[in-house]
């Protein structure tokens, strides 16, 4: 192994750890401070598992770091009917809508990061991709004009376009003609064509199908435009974005529960964040993703599904209808099946995610090969055999 690889995977793991280590640090963050707000007592923050590398006690509070930086909690005084005592400062001995906001701060605290994160990137410079083109496709407009490899597209139908967001934006505005006018650049010389429009039906990151007009190129994905822009235009991008994201991604639930979207297509687990991390080239890379997969983390952890932020909010719904605490056995009962879930959650996205990068079409040539190598190692020991 090279030592451009070796500082590539340290890199990598770094830039890994580090984000995971924020996500949760700000996330248990806002149960803690929520808790204190509320008047409850907090007993543990703790940072990370295995073996402990920070331990400090202060007031009522020990707070905790860890070796491994991929999780964390807070122990709230009372936060369960075993350890319930009835005083003041405890988890229980709140009403339901303190706890509530108790709960409901950790996914916010996580949100509010996205939407700080976001707005620093588009003021450090949003990485785009530009006009370049990178390929063309057979029988298309583009090719048939006379458009090559290499050309960067300067102006669609006389608008200027420097980015690839932008040039997409101008072609769907003409949507509905049979051509449009192209400028391209190709060495330093700006050359124009009268480029067809092909309509044909595709499908979106939700499968949703529809017609479009297209010329038949792709970009350069090897060129990146970072577009720096003013303070203020950074907030309204960086709270455009989150929003955006945000409905994107409660959409693609709507198409999983209406199964229009496959689950193995749009759950992304630990491997496959973790490839995510190996394309980090800038702290501005650092920034987006960090912000992508706290927007993520706030958005599931809401959800009414076992172990997570929005299933204990659910379980205060019921609390509040019922007007009582859930019984001991019941805690129990969701507790297991609370752990069984994760279990099974972590199992399938990790599979989905080996999926994805062909690990077991890899592992099964793997063992067809070792098998083969076998079986010609026992025919050749058969012959050797039948020569003696």
Known sequence: MTKEI???????????????????????????????????????????????????????????ISAIPLGGYVKLAGDNLEEYKGLPDEYLSKPVGKRFNIIFFGPVMNYLLAILLFCAVFFLGYPYLGTKVGSLREGMGAMQAG???????????????????????????????????????RDDKELAFQVSLMQYTVEDVLKQKKRIGAIGISPDYNEVIRQRYGFFESIKLGFRKTFELTSLTYRAFGSI??????????????????????????????????????????????????????????????????????????EEVFGQVGMSFLIL??????????????????????????????????LNQTNDKTQD
């Open 147 to 185: 458009i090559k490899v290499g050309d960067r597209i300067v102006s669609v139908e006389g608008k200027r376009v420097k980015l690839w967001d932008e040039l997409a934006a101008t072609l769907r505005a003409n949507n509905q003609k049979e051509s449009v006018s192209v400028a391209v650049l």
């Open 345 to 378: 959650l972590a199992v399938l996205v990790t599979y989905n995610d080996l999926a994805r990068k062909g690990a077991f079409e890899k592992l099964e040539k793997l063992f067809n090969n070792t098998a083969s190598d076998a079986k010609k190692y026992d």
């Open 257 to 330: 529960i209406a199964r229009r979207l496959p689950l193995r297509e749009s759950a992304a687990g630990p491997v496959a964040i973790w490839d995510l991390f190996g394309n980090v080239k800038t702290i501005t890379d650092f920034l987006l993703l960090t912000a992508i997969l706290s927007l993520s983390l706030a958005i599931f952890n809401l959800l009414p599904l076992p172990a997570l932020d929005g299933f204990h909010i659910f379980l205060l719904g019921i609390e509040k209808i019922r007007g009582k605490y859930l019984s001991k056995k019941a």
């Open 6 to 64: 070796l500082v590539k995977y340290a890199l990598q793991i770094m830039n890994f750890g580090l984000a995971i280590f924020v996500l949760i640090l700000v996330h248990e963050f806002g149960h803690f401070i929520a808790a204190i707000k509320q008047g409850v007592r907090v007993e543990i923050f703790s940072l990370g598992f295995g073996r402990r590398l920070f331990v400090r006690k202060k007031k009522d509070t020990e707070y905790v």
